[in-house]
């Protein structure tokens, strides 16, 4: 038996899902367009290249802006899912789930760096 756990034949580990907020002060995001992230409050968020739909997996519905020490820029992260990539305990033939590791549900990951600009008034 000890030698089935061992090759990762036999696990008895599941992942139990937490929810969490890993966004310090999260920010509602209203629309994603091309280079743009519109909040909802009405300031809108300008990404310096590329299209910032393409670096998404999944919808995007709040953000968190860290103010950097340089030209007004704002340090941008989002909110996404947890992904559990490879592990023995977890993608064994046979599960024996007894053990219940509780994981988060979302992380905090790293978008780029954007300016603001000011809703219209």
Not at 15 to 42: F, H, M, S, Y
Request: proline letters at 7%; hydrophobic letters at 35%.
């Amino acid at each position: 038996m000890l030698l089935c756990g061992c090759a990762g034949i036999v696990s008895t580990h599941r992942i139990k899902w937490v929810e969490n907020e890993p966004l310090r002060n999260p920010q509602t995001v209203q629309a994603v367009q091309n280079d743009n992230i519109l909040l909802a409050d009405g300031r809108r968020v300008s990404m310096p290249s590329g299209s910032v739909l393409t670096r998404f997996t999944e919808p995007v519905t709040s953000i968190e802006l860290a103010e950097t020490q340089a030209n007004g820029e704002y340090e941008v992260f989002y909110k996404a899912r947890s992904v559990i990539r490879c592990g023995l305990p977890y993608n064994a033939i046979i599960k024996l789930p007894l053990f219940s590791d509780e994981t988060p549900k979302y992380t905090r990951r790293y978008l780029g760096r954007g300016k603001m600009e000011e809703p219209v008034r």
